[in-house]
T-cell receptor
Framework: AQTVTQSQPEMSVQEAETVTLSCTYDTSESDYYLFWYKQPPSRQMILVIRQEAYKQQNATENRFSVNFQKAAKSFSLKISDSQLGDAAMYFCAYHMAEKLVFGKGTKLTVNP | DADVTQTPRNRITKTGKRIMLECSQTKGHDRMYWYRQDPGLGLQLIYYSFDVKDINKGEISDGYSVSRQAQAKFSLSLESAIPNQTALYFC?????????????FGDGTRLSIL
């Protein structure tokens, strides 16, 4: 069974600084997708970034980037120049066979 | 208007009641999903549907049923609600064209069972 582990229940960062959220996953597949979702207090689930396992290049979306280490089954999210609006729960998710498996989430606090 | 609409947004009900949560979408997606979110547990898949005639159980389907009334509508029912079904429920959709792996979520229904 696929599992996704987020080992940091909570993280904090100063505004304008950089923070990295960790995610590891377990799979025997070679082709899959990984995602980071953001859930602000408004409770919406917002797709932040996606990574295709067959691509070696790390995905980047503006201030958000990932460090994808396929052999280590690691998929961390780096947020640069943190903003107050980045405060949220962040969920890592693994996609295979048309379904998503989520980690338990990391609560990110951004301090002014 | 939201692409994926869930109703109601919040609901408080009593143990033993039958509850229906509704989801409709205007994205034209074939695939629809119901998830449950509990504090500290992330999202868990309850049921999913790849088209009107295809319904599949997820990880935690016990105590729930679904109906795919049309391509755009997917309802989740709790036949006899119990307090440990108190949670935040999400509907999501995905398409069959790239990026088909991306799931698009509604705003959630917060359900409290007393």
């Amino acid at each position: 069974a696929q599992t996704v582990t987020q080992s940091q229940p909570e993280m904090s960062v100063q505004e304008a600084e950089t923070v990295t959220l960790s995610c590891t996953y377990d799979t025997s597949e070679s082709d899959y997708y990984l995602f980071w979702y953001k859930q602000p207090p408004s409770r919406q689930m917002i797709l932040v970034i996606r990574q295709e396992a067959y691509k070696q290049q790390n995905a980047t979306e503006n201030r958000f980037s990932v460090n994808f280490q396929k052999a280590a089954k690691s998929f961390s999210l780096k947020i640069s120049d943190s903003q107050l609006g980045d405060a949220a729960m962040y969920f890592c998710a693994y996609h295979m066979a048309e379904k998503l498996v989520f980690g338990k989430g990391t609560k990110l606090t951004v301090n002014p | 208007d939201a692409d994926v609409t869930q109703t109601p947004r919040n609901r408080i009900t009593k143990t033993g009641k039958r509850i229906m949560l509704e989801c409709s979408q205007t994205k034209g997606h074939d695939r629809m999903y119901w998830y449950r979110q509990d504090p500290g547990l992330g999202l868990q898949l309850i049921y999913y549907s790849f088209d009107v005639k295809d319904i599949n159980k997820g990880e935690i389907s016990d105590g729930y049923s679904v109906s795919r009334q049309a391509q755009a509508k997917f309802s989740l029912s709790l036949e006899s609600a119990i307090p440990n079904q108190t949670a935040l429920y999400f509907c999501a959709t995905s398409g069959t064209t790239a990026p088909q792996e991306d799931q698009h979520f509604g705003d959630g229904t917060r359900l409290s069972i007393l």
